[in-house]
């Protein structure tokens, strides 16, 4: 499994990605699942990916035209108009990886053995930052301010956190705390999803990332986010109002709130 | 779906279960999930159900034999010795029911279609009360104060608070505000989990329910902890330390815990 979001705020974009790819439980990897690409001062696209790991490894191979000599390759993506022509060729291609190796093993694309899905996100010089969810189908959708987020992988464990903790006009540093709250709550969870982890902010005009960063296990911010959550979230229950059990009366609720 | 959540504690288990069936999403119905059945002063039995709500509860009826005579009926449950035998009886008569069906329109129970899973409680006078999961080919595994609660159903956005909040001395109360907050939790998350709740409390050598109750969707001890949990996590959030973007030294981390 994979645990990525993509987030839209006021001020920009934020990425988080884990690492942790696991063909059953006794055959982990740590593999990056978050790529960018920038023209500076012109445009950052950065893409993240969950499912098959050929597939998605296929996609950003041809995305970049690793088959060709390096000084022969061109990546579309940097060439696209729009970021609604950057989703649709990602879009094409992943369809198209996942329907041949599908078809070469005597299966549907629908099976889902080779399926994967993913995540685009960037902005264009004179267009608004866009956030894309890429189907194994090939078609898309985009995120907006009714819902400005996007999960793909082990998505469930974080997402509530996710729901009550978003706000739009929210700072980088919260957007990013947040994330960390809703990726330690998953990994507290599931073992297919695993640190270290990958985090990319692209502020809107930007068009280099403002901060990226690889976060080790032994982060020192991760494990205090970690920690103090934990505590955070016992005081959060006690400072709620308390049910009482009023056995005598067939318990009818006394409220004490 | 279904979400229940069955928990052991120092002091009994607490159970609470949704009503929510659906076949799609435009074919919601409300049923009961849980059922519980006593022999006041000896002993005390319930059951969750996740799943196939007609093999659910043609396994509910075939425990209280109601395609006999009322005066006939002779519920299993009530005689076997030890809660060992309990769960042996419902996990044999889960399993029947769903190998049947399945046979019966030519697919294998491993399908899928008829499949169901079910949450065992209860203490019988002279023993400990136990808490059994049970699984749709008919075993099934007990909790321990080392995995002290189990879920059925849509388990997974809920999981993260149970794992932070529970502590095994806690009171019944508190035990009940937390099942709340993780209920919520999904509710808020899944179409396919709703009000109201049915919530029941076992305390050790009572042989009866302590507190047994639904809690409607207008209920103001629910609505109240609904309201104040998205407060209390998001003045959780903000009391965390804050991460720092420092993009000129390249996003080195800047504590401020």
Redesign the interface.
């Known amino acids: 499994m994979t645990y990525c979001v993509g987030m839209m705020l006021d001020r920009g974009l934020v990425l988080m990605s884990d690492t942790r790819t696991n063909s059953g439980v006794d055959n982990i990897s740590t593999f990056r699942k978050m790529y960018h690409w920038q023209v500076p001062g012109e445009r950052v696209i950065a893409v993240m990916t969950a499912g098959n790991l050929a597939t998605t490894q296929a996609v950003v191979s041809q995305l970049e035209e690793r088959n060709k000599a390096p000084a022969e390759r061109h990546n579309s993506l940097l060439e696209a108009p729009t970021m609604f022509q950057v989703a649709t060729i990602v879009g094409n291609l992943l369809q198209d990886v996942i329907e041949e190796r599908a078809a070469d093993n005597g299966q549907t694309a629908a099976a889902g053995t080779f399926s994967a899905t993913m995540i685009v996100a960037g902005q264009i010089k004179g267009m608004e930052p866009r956030l894309f969810l890429i189907y194994p189908e090939g078609n898309f959708i985009e995120a907006s301010f009714d819902t400005p987020f996007f999960q793909i992988g082990e998505t ?6 996710l ?3 978003y706000e739009r006009d929210m700072s ?3 957007a ?3 994330m ?2 809703s990726f330690d ?2 990994l ?2 599931n073992l297919s999803v695993g640190m270290p982890l990958d ?1 990319l ?1 692209l502020e809107t005009d930007g068009f280099t990332p ?4 690889r976060i080790e296990a032994s ?3 991760f494990q ?2 970690s920690t ?3 505590e ?6 006690e ?9 005598a009366a ?2 009818r ?1 006394k ?1 004490t ?1």
Do not use: M
């Not at 400072?239 to 056995?247: C, E, K, R």
């Open positions: 469930k464990y974080g997402r509530p956190i729901i009550r903790g980088f540093e919260a990013v705390k947040l960390c709250v709550s998953t507290k969870a985090l902010v403002l901060h990226e960063r982060d020192p911010y205090s986010i103090s959550w934990g955070a979230l016992r005081q959060a229950l400072g709620l109002p308390d049910y009482t059990l009023d056995a067939g318990g609720l409220g709130a």
